[in-house]
């Protein structure tokens, strides 16, 4: 089986503007989780879908947004972006029954 | 508030030298437990993890990992570090139940001498 994927792997964005990231899970897998990675926070948990809705929630302000597709792919979307959402936002699935998650390769994301 | 603890940040091994990653965590019940190897610019690569049963589990690459209950720690070792093994090690916990979020350690980064 494929793993998961992320589009795109890196992005440039400048302050104020907005982003969207992709991400598409192990086929069969229905959950897909977001985390941001930093070098000051480390990992962080941002949100969770499953079967097209948002089961769990970290905290992180309402400009961090995401949904899933009928087909499980996910998207998150940061608005107004802040130098500080610079990162590595990374995806994972899991699969129903079973608490493991997948990671994909994440997208790395550079706000100047 | 479940938490993960890595104590050591950075760990300095010469290839061939035995390997132990110390990670401890605070949780209400019993937690599932994970540990992901992270390479510079990649994502996470699952090395093992324990739901249940035996507490020492085998993973990928030639690691294994003991679950102690007495000492809330799950320590990651591998006999003998090759020079591929430098990268991050992640410790995480997961709630059972079916919530899908992972809390995860600050990291300990190998480096690994020839």
């Known amino acids: 089986k494929a793993g998961v994927t992320q589009t795109p792997r890196y992005l440039i964005k400048t302050r104020g503007q907005q982003v969207t990231l992709s991400c598409s899970p192990i086929s069969g897998h229905r959950s897909v989780s977001w985390y941001q990675q930093t070098p000051g926070q480390g990992l962080q948990f941002l949100f969770e879908y499953f079967s097209e809705t948002q089961r769990n929630k970290g905290n992180f302000p309402g400009r961090f947004s995401g949904r899933q597709f009928s087909n499980s792919r996910s998207e998150m979307n940061v608005s107004t972006l802040e130098l500080g959402d610079s990162a590595l936002y990374l995806c994972?699935?899991?699969?129903?029954?079973?608490?493991?998650?997948?990671f994909g390769p994440g997208t790395r994301l550079l706000v100047l | 508030a479940q938490s993960v603890t890595q104590p050591d940040i950075h760990i300095t091994v010469s290839e061939g030298a035995s390997l132990e990653l110390r990670c401890n965590y605070s949780y209400g019940a019993t937690p599932y437990l994970f540990w992901y190897v992270q390479s510079p610019g990649q994502g996470l690569q699952l090395l093992l993890k324990?739901?249940?049963?035996?507490?020492l589990v085998q993973g990928i690459k030639g690691f294994e990992a003991e679950f102690k209950r007495s000492q809330s720690s799950f320590n990651l070792r591998k006999p003998s570090v090759h020079w591929s093994d430098a990268a991050e090690y992640f410790c995480a916990v997961g709630p059972q139940g079916g919530s899908e979020k992972l809390v995860f350690g600050k990291g300990t980064k190998l480096t690994v001498n020839p």
């Open positions: 324990y739901f249940s049963g035996d507490t």
């Open positions: 994972a699935s899991s699969q129903t029954g079973d608490e493991t998650q997948y």
